[in-house]
């Protein structure tokens, strides 16, 4: 019977030894994939928001040297009564924008979802989407000749049905409706994509099962196409919100944010102290303040949204 020597244990390697240096390779290469959106962020969002509240300290015309003031070009805001005035037609404005977008852009997404052939499906969706792709001055330059007083089209269609001649852009009522319109007509279009794209998240067993239980179809979306949706609705609420109330190219091709200030809204007004009249420092602090209350109106969006988004 032959005898052996037996090999010396093996050393077991510390199976925690490599943690460390697994996880500090993996944080280099997350690092690595958001370089580009932090550079991008650092060099367009935080570097232009910290030069504009420097500047709202200052009195600064462009043309010479600026003068530290404190807080004295906040303190001007509080006194502006038109300020106050341009913020009532900016919410007036954005307001109806959003729920256009919301409502009318659920209605017709949800239309757009149902039998129907394919060519014009898909004819409908490249309809609403393709003036959202077009740039926002043509398509307010476009309006403008469509809802001129004497030539538009739009007065003509209505003097068919025996309609008198609107002022679309020339009047304190109609202006800010042109706006609403001219912008809905633009945005609508990007609310429709993610709606459908929410719609078709939806899985089909819910609305068989619905159906087997006899729900007829008001009762389907409430019970299950509504709350499945919510959390697209809530994203599109959040988006439609800050994009509607920092609107520009609308109000200023169409109406020029008249007449007087009925359909001028807060970037306009902005831009107008800013490089109309010279006044950077007024025109920053005006624009903290703005960024301030997009902040806030967020912020209480982002609260209320717990009692009525579910999240499957």
Do not use: C
Request: proline share 4%; aromatic share 14%.
């Amino acid at each position: 019977m032959t005898t052996g020597t037996i090999p010396p244990a093996a050393v077991v390697a510390d199976p925690g030894r490599g943690v460390p240096r697994r996880r500090r390779r993996d944080g280099l290469a997350a690092l690595g994939f958001l370089s580009p959106s932090i550079v991008t962020f650092l060099v367009f969002v935080f570097a232009p928001t910290a030069g504009v509240l420097y500047l709202s300290f200052y009195d600064w015309n462009l043309l010479s040297d600026g003068e530290f003031v404190g807080l004295a070009n906040f303190d001007r805001l509080v006194h502006d009564e038109r300020l106050l005035g341009v913020y009532g037609s900016t919410a007036y404005m954005a307001v109806a924008i959003l729920a256009v977008n919301v409502v009318a852009g659920l209605l017709l997404a949800v239309l757009l979802e149902t039998r129907m052939p394919r060519w014009l499906r898909g004819f409908f969706r490249l309809s609403f989407l393709f003036p959202f792709v077009v740039s926002a001055s043509a398509v307010a330059l476009i309006w403008r000749f469509l809802l001129n007083k004497d030539l538009g089209l739009v007065n003509w269609a209505l003097g068919l049905a025996g309609v008198d001649r609107i002022d679309w852009l020339g009047s304190s009522a109609f202006a800010p409706v042109s706006v609403i319109l001219v912008n809905s007509w633009k945005t609508i279009g990007f609310s429709i994509l993610v709606y459908i794209a929410g719609l078709q998240a939806i899985p089909d067993a819910l609305k068989e099962a619905a159906i087997v239980d006899g729900a007829n179809a008001w009762t389907r979306f409430w019970r299950i196409t509504f709350p499945m949706l919510s959390p697209t609705i809530f994203f599109l609420v959040v988006i439609n919100t800050i994009n509607s109330f920092q609107i520009f190219a609308e109000p200023r091709v169409l109406t020029q944010g008249g007449p007087g200030d009925a359909s001028r809204t807060i970037v306009e007004y902005l831009y107008d102290r800013a490089f109309g009249d010279f006044d950077l420092g007024y025109a920053s602090a005006i624009g903290i303040t703005f960024m301030l209350v997009l902040i806030v109106l967020t912020a209480i969006q982002f609260r209320l949204s717990r009692r009525w988004t579910f999240y499957e």
